[in-house]
């Protein structure tokens, strides 16, 4: 049987064999969109539920994946004893770059979906196939790594119409092998816009703020804390109360090592902190920001 619950759609499914990141960017007129659509899981593959959304199809399309079943393969075995397979919509990649998509005969117009090498664009109750369209183009030519050309499609879909009722929420869901901030889990990048009037920029924006928060230092944005870099430093940390004014700081000697600790503790720029005499630009930009 079909389910009461319609999740009206646009999906895209992806993987990069290259680096091993397989996710899924999904937006919606339908509150918390992304507790419900994307599934992934690191050197398996990835599932996007949706129209008459059977929620089992992610874990149970992600257990077949594991088990060296191929997207198509997969995709078949979950329709197989699906009475509701009609209101269904369904993209999945698995960990080769493998894709299938179904769009079942009941979902609401304009619905299909389109596969492409690596990736799958599903959506129902769309504006119409411009949508999918220009999700398809925009991620075969968008740069960055997967995150950034999952939700280059989605906002290319977005402004191509979307979802045909308006916007609500969005989501962006990355995986990879010890992806995750401390290398323990494969959950390399999970935003979640669950109410919002713009959800695809708001989900940009989050993945700037990710971007800053959970990246890594590029060496080239390394500073010397000396100089004019050590001036400023102490300006954005008297301003901000980790210094006191007036404070005749000439190096950076521990009193300013502390206060800059104490700062990129509150802030959260534990990954960008360094032991050393230098500073991540990033934090600096912040701060100027601030």
Not at 11 to 38: H, R
């Amino acid at each position: 049987m079909r389910s009461d619950r319609l999740i009206h759609t646009f999906s895209i499914v992806a993987c990069d064999p290259k680096t091993g990141e397989i996710g899924v960017a999904v937006a919606s007129k339908f509150l918390a969109v992304g507790s419900i659509v994307p599934w992934a899981q690191a050197n398996v593959g990835a599932v996007a539920t949706q129209s008459w959304a059977n929620t089992g199809f992610g874990p149970n399309g992600l257990q077949l994946l594991a088990e060296g079943k191929t997207a198509q393969e997969t995709l078949n075995l979950l329709l197989e004893n699906d009475e509701g397979k009609d209101w269904r919509q369904v993209g999945i990649v698995d960990r080769h770059g493998n894709a299938a998509a179904f769009t079942g005969i009941k979902c609401h117009d304009f619905a299909f979906h389109h596969i492409g090498q690596g990736f799958t664009c599903q959506g129902n109750l769309l504006a119409g196939p411009e949508v999918l369209d220009a999700m398809a183009i925009s991620f075969q030519y968008a740069k960055g790594d997967l995150a950034d050309r999952l939700l280059a499609a989605l906002i290319a879909g977005d402004e191509a119409g979307g979802d045909k009722r308006g916007k609500q929420g969005a989501a962006l869901y990355v995986v990879k092998e010890k992806g995750a901030y401390d290398g323990h889990i494969d959950r390399y990048v999970d935003l979640r816009v669950d109410d919002h009037a713009s959800p695809t920029y708001e989900l940009k924006r989050l993945l700037k703020l990710h971007r800053l928060y959970m990246g890594e230092t590029d060496p080239n944005k390394l500073r010397p804390i000396e100089g004019d870099v050590l001036s400023e430093l102490v300006e954005h940390l008297t301003r901000m109360d980790y210094l006191k004014a007036d404070g005749g700081y000439t190096s950076y000697d521990d009193v300013v090592r502390k206060a800059l600790q104490d700062y990129c503790a509150v802030e959260n720029f534990d990954t960008r902190w360094r032991e050393d005499s230098q500073i991540d630009e990033e934090i600096l930009e912040f701060m100027r920001s601030k």
